[in-house]
Each structure stands twice: as structure tokens, then as C-alpha cells.
């Protein structure tokens, strides 16, 4: 049965960032064996997974300029799923068109609004373009190839320009080069072993990092006294952020990233948080990125 593709979902077109986190966060698996499935939104990406329509999916959890994606934060929670693996990219944003288009001929640029607004300065620059907002960075290339549009360029990864058939005409035009997104590859839970992943992947062999939500009990002081527990033990507590919780205004579910050293640091840890908390749901354990 080996040979059998691995099916991952991603948010957006084909030629985005996601595709490339997905193709370099699974490059042990053979080219010809993956198959990278598009989706409209990130729920839609959810439920595939734990419908078990795909093996997994790769999906942006923060950007170093943006910060973190609220969303996939909501659902982390609320499907069972877990992350196991994490992988970082650096953003590069660049100018797109057909085949023979000229800079000169280009009158307007279309992008998702974050890639517009990563490329201000270079635009701002450039006030003869009519700037476009656009539902995906790869998108746009993909539909100025469709509409044969020789006045039109995309922002988009470099990945999009080969995905349609395009030409990159600027590189690197993003204001700031240290702009990286973090991903997470998500499995189903309880796992369901896809004939063509590599051997233990999803058991996270040499872990030493994991994603955790949990919500406090409501007395003075709780969040503080959960928080030393992982001082106690040793763990390094790495982000914090925390989100509404839906139905129950003004409460907060807290969802952390911790390194450790020991599968048995990290369980002690978790042990002693639990007591001062109504829910704790591990998201995952995975070798930091």
C-alpha cells in the first residue's frame, strides 16, 4: 500500500505560502506522492481533516509582523485536531504578471490586504498603480493568467509565478526582510495513519515544544499562580494569548507555546497547572522549529 498519496489541505490557492510550508514541512515525503488540496477557508480546512477527507493539513498559526491568527486559534480548540509539526518561512513578496509584460505596462497591482500592506513603501513609491485588494496572494496571479490581463500584476510567492505560468518582474519587494509566518501541521485525533506518511510522523519523536489552551478558575490571582507552575518546573513559557470565549463574555481561554527538556518536565507541569484550572486541552507536542 505504500505509494498511496498524502493528501494535505491548506487556505488559499495553490502557490501560496501555505503550499510552500506545506511542500518544505513534508519534503521526507516523495513529490509524486503528496497532493496539496485547496481550500476556501480555514473551516473548511477543519473539517476535511476530521471528516478524514484528507490526511492533514498545514495552516498559519502566527507572522512575525502580524501576529497571530485568531481564527486558527478558535478552531485549534474547538475540532479535535493536534499539531506535530512547526516549520518557519520567510515571506518574500514579489511583483507578478504574464509572460512578456513589461513593468511599464503594468497600471494596477492586486494582493490580499496583509501582502499590500507588507509591500507599503514600494508602492507607496509607485502612485500611478491602482492597488487592488484581493482574496489570496496566489489568487491573483492565478486570475490575471485566466483573465489575460496585461496590465495587471499580482504580490504573490515565487511558487504562484510557476504554479500559472507566470513571470516574476520584481523580487523582494516587501518592506521589511525579516517578515517569517509560522505553520503548524495538523492531524486528526484520534490519528488515523495515512498509507504514505513517513514512518512515526504524528508521534513527534524528540519533542521539545508544545501548545497548550487552558482556562482559570475565576479567583484573584489564578492566572498568576498557573503561570509559576511552569516556572516551578522548570519550563519555558515562550508566547502567551488569549481568546474570548464564545457564548461567556469577558471570559478568556489562554492558549501558551513551552519548551522542555523531558516528556517527563512537560507532564509534571501539566499536572500541577491542571489544579488550578476548568479545562486543559494539549494541542500538541512537536520539535521546535
Avoid at 514600494?122 to 482574496?135: G, K, Q
Avoid at 497548550?212 to 515562550?238: D, K, Q, Y
Wanted: net charge negative; with cysteine; glycine share 6%.
Amino acid at each position: 500500500m505504500q505509494g498511496l498519496p498524502v493528501k494535505i489541505a491548506i487556505q488559499g490557492e495553490l502557490g501560496s505560502n501555505s503550499h510552500m510550508a506545506a511542500l518544505a514541512m513534508l519534503r521526507d515525503v516523495a513529490a509524486a506522492e503528496l497532493e496539496i488540496a485547496a481550500c476556501a477557508t480555514s473551516a473548511e480546512v477543519f473539517e476535511r481533516v476530521v471528516a478524514g477527507r484528507v490526511d492533514g493539513a498545514v495552516l498559519p498559526i502566527e507572522n512575525s509582523l502580524h501576529g497571530s491568527v485568531a481564527e486558527h486559534y478558535d478552531l485549534l480548540l474547538a475540532e479535535p485536531v493536534r499539531i506535530v509539526r512547526e516549520s518557519l518561512l520567510r515571506v518574500r513578496h514579489n511583483l507578478i504578471a504574464r509572460p512578456g509584460v513589461a513593468p511599464d505596462d503594468i497600471k494596477r497591482v492586486m494582493s490580499h490586504p496583509v501582502a499590500l500592506s507588507q509591500c507599503r513603501r514600494w508602492l507607496a513609491a509607485r502612485p500611478w498603480l491602482e492597488v487592488v485588494n484581493f482574496y489570496d496572494t496566489a489568487g491573483s496571479v492565478k486570475f490575471l493568467m485566466e483573465e489575460g490581463l496585461d496590465d495587471t500584476a499580482g504580490i504573490a510567492p515565487e511558487l504562484a509565478a510557476r504554479q500559472y505560468g507566470a513571470e516574476v518582474l520584481v523580487t523582494g519587494i516587501e518592506d521589511h526582510a525579516e517578515n517569517y509566518t509560522r505553520f503548524h501541521l495538523l492531524l486528526r485525533e484520534p490519528p488515523v495513519q495515512a498509507c504514505g506518511w513517513p514512518a512515526g510522523l504524528g508521534h513527534a519523536p524528540g519533542a521539545n515544544k508544545a501548545s497548550l489552551a487552558f482556562s482559570v478558575v475565576h479567583r484573584p490571582g489564578s492566572l498568576v499562580v498557573a503561570l509559576e507552575e511552569f516556572a516551578r518546573a522548570g519550563v519555558n513559557l515562550t508566547k502567551i494569548e488569549s481568546r474570548p470565549v464564545h457564548g461567556r463574555p469577558w471570559e478568556y481561554v489562554f492558549f501558551v507555546d513551552v519548551r522542555f527538556e523531558s516528556q517527563a518536565q512537560i507532564d509534571e507541569a501539566l499536572a500541577q497547572v491542571a489544579r488550578h484550572c476548568q479545562m486543559v486541552k494539549e494541542l500538541g507536542r512537536y520539535v521546535a522549529a
